[in-house]
């Protein structure tokens, strides 16, 4: 017993430091990302993504060129395309690699702190910087700044997964709406917020992944949404597409942009 004793007080201890560990490497990639945003510019609005989105640049960054001057001992690099990038984390796997032109979408805590970045390529593939904490943090779309004090004046926190997606919901309801990225972490945010903003009732604006549900039996989309919306008291909806739509193709009428520039109802769906 004693020796058992001491075992587990040790394993204790090793979770212990590991956690600290863990949790130093976070707040010292925070600090890096808030570097990175500092020395870019503003995502301009033509930028391929958000052309074939139609989207807003709102309040999103643009990963500077590779040339630029970055800040002495600082743990960035920023590679001139996805190939340099590659060959850049293979080589540095101890610094934060991004691709010059990249957009940006800075993730924050119900604080206003920001954690975490989503860089967008034109291709419309998404990555999180290495080693940050995305969890139950997001992005508000629709407001400058990071939003809070707008979104504490709106009148109900509507919370889609991906950045386009809100956006179409903010255009479209005049109103800020929140990011939190993908299925997996609405639940997280909807919590926050909603211990944030008590009072304010919650909607998740969720997906409807029929493509996943005919292939797989499993739609994320919905069972994440709704889960969500349960954990808060609050409502999950999601898409109405023109008839015939979704069941012809399915991946590509899923979520409310798609709603918004991809089906015949377009943005009087979302206001129905």
Same mark, same amino acid.
Request: contains cysteine.
């Given at each position: $017993? ?6 587990? #007080?040790?394993? +204790? ?16 990639? @925070? ?5 990175? =945003? /500092?020395?870019?510019?503003? @995502?301009? $609005? ?54 010059? %032109?990249?957009? =940006?979408?800075?993730?924050?805590? !119900?604080? %206003?702190?920001?954690?975490? !970045?989503?860089?967008?390529?034109? &291709? /419309?593939?998404?990555?999180? #910087? ?14 400058? %700044? ?7 004046? *709106? ?12 956006? &179409?919901?903010?255009?479209?309801? /005049? ?22 903003? $008590? ?21 994320? %989309?919905?069972?994440? +949404?709704?889960? #969500?919306?349960? +954990?808060?008291?609050?409502? *999950?909806?999601? $898409? ?6 979704? *069941? #012809? ?10 709603? @918004? ?12």
């Amino acid at each position: $017993p004693e020796e058992k004793a001491q075992m587990q #007080a040790e394993a +204790a201890n090793k979770l212990r430091d590991r956690d600290l560990g863990l949790q130093a490497k976070q707040k010292a990639v @925070a600090s890096e990302v808030v570097t990175l =945003l /500092g020395v870019s510019e503003a @995502a301009p $609005p033509d930028h391929p993504y958000l052309v074939s989105k139609q989207a807003r640049a709102g309040e999103l960054r643009i990963v500077p060129p590779a040339s630029t001057a970055l800040p002495e001992n600082t743990n960035l690099i920023i590679g001139k395309d996805w190939k340099e990038s590659a060959a850049l984390r293979e080589s540095h796997p101890d610094k934060l690699v991004f691709t010059e %032109g990249d957009l =940006l979408v800075p993730a924050y805590d !119900v604080n %206003g702190a920001i954690w975490t !970045v989503q860089t967008i390529q034109d &291709s /419309g593939r998404k990555m999180f #910087a290495k080693d940050s904490v995305k969890q139950a943090n997001f992005h508000i779309v629709g407001a400058s %700044g990071n939003g809070l004090d707008a979104l504490a004046t *709106a009148p109900a926190i509507v919370i889609g997964e991906g950045y386009a997606t809100a956006d &179409s919901l903010s255009n479209t309801l /005049g109103f800020p709406t929140v990011s939190a990225f993908d299925s997996g972490n609405l639940e997280l945010v909807a919590k926050a917020l909603h211990d944030k903003f $008590p009072d304010k009732p919650i909607i998740i604006a969720g997906d409807d992944d029929k493509h996943l549900e005919s292939t797989q039996g499993y739609n994320p %989309g919905r069972t994440k +949404a709704s889960d #969500a919306a349960k +954990a808060v008291g609050g409502k *999950a909806i999601f $898409p109405i597409f023109a008839p015939g739509e979704q *069941a #012809a193709e399915p991946k590509k009428f899923c979520d409310f942009n798609d709603l @918004a520039t991809k089906s015949a109802l377009g943005e009087e769906g979302i206001k129905r």
